[in-house]
Nanobody, 126 residues
Framework: QVKPVESGGGLVQSGGSLRLSCAAS????????VGWFRQVPGKEREGVSCINRSDGVTVYADSVKGRFTISRDNAKNMVHLQMSSLKAEDTAVYYC???????????????????WGQGTQVTVSS
C-alpha cells in the first residue's frame, strides 16, 4: 500500500523557516487531496493546510495563513509545505495525509483523510 512519507523537519529558531516535503513510498501520491496536519501531546490533530492535486486549490488554517505555503510538484510526485515566520507554538509533529475520496474542504479534518505518514518533528525554539 502506498503511504505518504514526510521529510524536512528539524529544529529552528523563532522567526525562521523550514520546508517539509511529502513523497510516496512505493508508488505515487494518487490522492484527490494532500493535507498537512500537526499534533502536540495531549491535543487533537490539527489540520494545517490542504491542496488538491488536480487543480491546485489550497486551504489554510487561520493559525498559519500568511506564513505557510503549500505547493504540489506533480512531475516529482511531491507536496511541500513552506513554513516561514515560525513561532514556538508551531512546534509539533507534522503529518502528511492523502484523501482518496474527497477534495480539500474549508475545514481540514483528519477523518477526511485515509492514508497517513509517520510524521516529522518540527521544533521552534524561542
Amino acid at each position: 500500500q502506498v503511504k505518504p512519507v514526510e521529510s524536512g523537519g528539524g529544529l529552528v529558531q523563532s522567526g525562521g523557516s523550514l520546508r517539509l516535503s511529502c513523497a510516496a513510498s512505493g508508488g505515487t501520491l494518487d490522492y484527490h487531496a494532500v493535507g498537512w496536519f500537526r499534533q502536540v501531546p495531549g491535543k487533537e490533530r490539527e489540520g494545517v493546510s490542504c491542496i488538491n492535486r488536480s487543480d491546485g486549490v489550497t486551504v489554510y488554517a487561520d493559525s498559519v495563513k500568511g506564513r505557510f505555503t503549500i505547493s504540489r510538484d506533480n512531475a516529482k510526485n511531491m507536496v511541500h509545505l513552506q513554513m516561514s515566520s515560525l513561532k514556538a507554538e508551531d512546534t509539533a509533529v507534522y503529518y502528511c495525509a492523502g484523501a482518496t475520496m474527497l477534495y480539500c474542504e474549508d475545514q481540514i479534518q483528519a477523518h477526511d483523510f485515509d492514508s497517513w505518514g509517520q510524521g516529522t518533528q518540527v521544533t521552534v525554539s524561542s
